[in-house]
Structures are given as C-alpha cells and as structure tokens.
C-alpha cells in the first residue's frame, strides 16, 4: 500500500522557521520526482518545488525561490521542505507528492499524494 506522510507543520511567526518532512512507503521512492504544493483557502493548488530523483535538478516557484529548499533521503525514503522567512501569505496546506515524470509533478498531477501538513504564519 502507497503512503505519503507528511509532518512538521504548525503555527509560527512570520520571518519563522519550519521544516516539513514526507515519508514514503510502498512504492520505488528512488525513481520518482518528489514535490511539494500547497493550497490555501478558495485558491488553487500550487506547485512549490520539486526535486528530481537523483537530487539534481530542482525546482522553486517564483514565490518562495531563496527562502525554500527542497532535499531528499533516498535511502529514508522521505523528502524534505526547510522554510524560512515565512510569510502570512505562506499559510496553507502543504502536501508531499511523486511521479516518475517531472511534468506531473510540476502541474499537480502526480500518481501519489499525502494527506498534507498545516502551515500557519501568524504574529
């Protein structure tokens, strides 16, 4: 059975630091493009950063592109979001997802999903 599980979310500050962590289970992690997205209340889905399965390339929208980085364990099976400088607008629900095509991952189409985190960036 496929599982993505996502923690590390919680409420912090803006200019705050948190990082997500994604857990892997029941498929062949090493060969797939891991992502992160997020969606906020009454708006879309956006990609966040993808990385590719050997580490190199990847990938940040414009929006968090010098506060965010994106890593994975391939050995842990599990991906990983270090944000920084969070910003109000930051706040959403953050899910952990994979294929073996890039191209899904960057348009939210990939084969897996988590269940998501929940970042808060609030004074």
């Known amino acids: 059975q496929v599982q993505l599980v996502e923690s590390g979310g919680g409420l912090v500050q803006p200019g705050g630091s948190l990082r997500l962590s994604c857990v892997a289970s029941?498929?062949?992690?090493?060969?797939?493009?891991m992502g992160w997205s997020r969606q906020a209340p009454g708006k879309q889905r956006e990609t966040v950063a993808w990385i590719s399965n050997n580490h190199e390339p990847t990938w940040y929208n414009d929006a968090v592109k010098g506060r965010f980085a994106i890593s994975r364990d391939n050995i842990k099976k599990s991906v990983y979001l270090q944000m920084n400088n969070l910003k109000p607008e930051d706040t959403a629900m953050y899910f952990c997802?994979?294929?073996?095509?890039?191209?899904?991952?960057?348009?939210?189409?990939?084969?897996?999903w988590g269940q998501g985190t929940q970042v808060n960036v609030s004074a």
């Open positions: 997802h994979g294929d073996f095509r890039m191209a899904r991952v960057l348009a939210n189409d990939s084969t897996y």
């Open positions: 029941g498929f062949e992690f090493r060969y797939y493009v």
